[in-house]
């Protein structure tokens, strides 16, 4: 982490609620000889020692003073200009605003699952169209704010820089059409070859809750998933953390550091290869369109010296 200064306050919680989670994780393996398989057993309702319970307790405040750390983090690096600046395209500053994006989604939407999944302890939790569209909307919404709280706000990059541009405007509609055909084929033949090898995508069980909604409901997910979403997600990584890192690091460093990211945040290995491919391809032509204010590149002198 190489943007945390000590001195920092939230530094200091992060650092203590890592500390508390390491601890407390130690102490736990201590407790049973290392053996992880014990150790759950002892966790399990009715079976729990005194120690156990004490050191799961100091994990849980552990995440709750990291998750507050982190927090604070992002928002005492949005407080001025220069803080703004300062490391704007390193990895830990887009890991805590993706990271920050996600603790928000959960906060907000674990209620409205508890809720659903009451009916049916046991089962497995189906999403409704309602909440999978939720689910999408308090992700990309707090990604997409944090973005602007953090970087648009000082003009750290704007949101022309990061691809809002009307600059050639059908030319780039019918590019990126072209270039959405050939990167879901590409996509669709990783599927298939990782398919012959047992690796089935789990990816569409998210939406099975869909094949029974309304054409409002359908309508309502299909805005979200094919429209709100990808937009959120292009913003985010080929528009912030592609040109951020381009940079600092260049180009290529920017097409796999945004792509494996943007695979990694689909939190599902079974598609992590096509979904890489996808955010390759993007990287690459999103960086060749020239989409990019050159006047804006001048403005920031050596850090913008990178080019293909």
């Not at 982490?1 to 736990?28: C, D, E, K, Q």
């Not at 928002?75 to 887009?94: M, N």
């Not at 999408?136 to 003009?155: A, E, H, K, N, W």
């Not at 690091?249 to 996808?278: D, K, M």
Request: hydrophobic share 55%.
């Amino acid at each position: 982490m190489p943007n945390l200064r000590l001195l920092s306050w939230p530094a200091r919680l992060i650092w203590l609620g890592l500390v508390l989670v390491g601890a407390s994780a130690v102490a736990g393996l201590v407790s049973v000889g290392f053996r992880v398989g014990d150790l759950a057993g002892l966790l399990a309702p009715g079976q729990m020692s005194l120690g156990i319970g004490a050191s799961s307790l100091a994990a849980l405040l552990g995440i709750l003073v990291f998750i507050t750390g982190l927090v604070a983090w992002v928002l005492y690096c949005s407080a001025t200009p220069e803080r703004a600046r300062r490391g704007y395209g390193s990895l830990w500053t887009i890991l805590s605003i993706l990271g920050v994006a996600v603790i928000v989604n959960t906060i907000l939407i674990i209620p409205v699952l508890y809720t659903q999944a009451l009916p049916s302890p046991g089962e497995n939790l189906v999403l409704s169209p309602g909440s999978l569209v939720l689910a999408l909307i308090t992700l990309d919404g707090p990604l997409i704010g944090l973005l602007y709280l953090r970087i648009v706000r000082f003009r750290v990059l704007s949101w022309t820089e990061m691809g809002f541009t009307t600059e050639k405007f059908w030319q780039r509609i019918g590019l990126g059409l072209l270039v959405s055909v050939v990167a879901i084929g590409a996509s669709a033949m990783v599927q298939e070859a990782l398919l012959r090898v047992g690796i089935e995508s789990t990816q569409m069980d998210m939406f099975a809750g869909v094949r029974d909604a309304t054409i409002p409901q359908f309508i309502g997910v299909l805005l979200a998933g094919s429209v709100i979403a990808p937009v959120c997600e292009e913003t985010f990584f080929r528009g912030y953390v592609f040109t951020a890192i381009k940079r600092a690091r260049g180009a290529p460093i920017g097409i796999i550091t945004s792509s494996v990211l943007f695979a990694l945040s689909h939190g599902n290995l079974t598609i992590f290869l096509p979904i890489l491919l996808v955010g390759a391809i993007f990287a690459v032509v999103f960086g060749r369109t020239g989409s990019l204010v050159r006047s804006e590149e001048r403005r920031v002198g050596k850090e913008c010296r990178s080019r293909w």
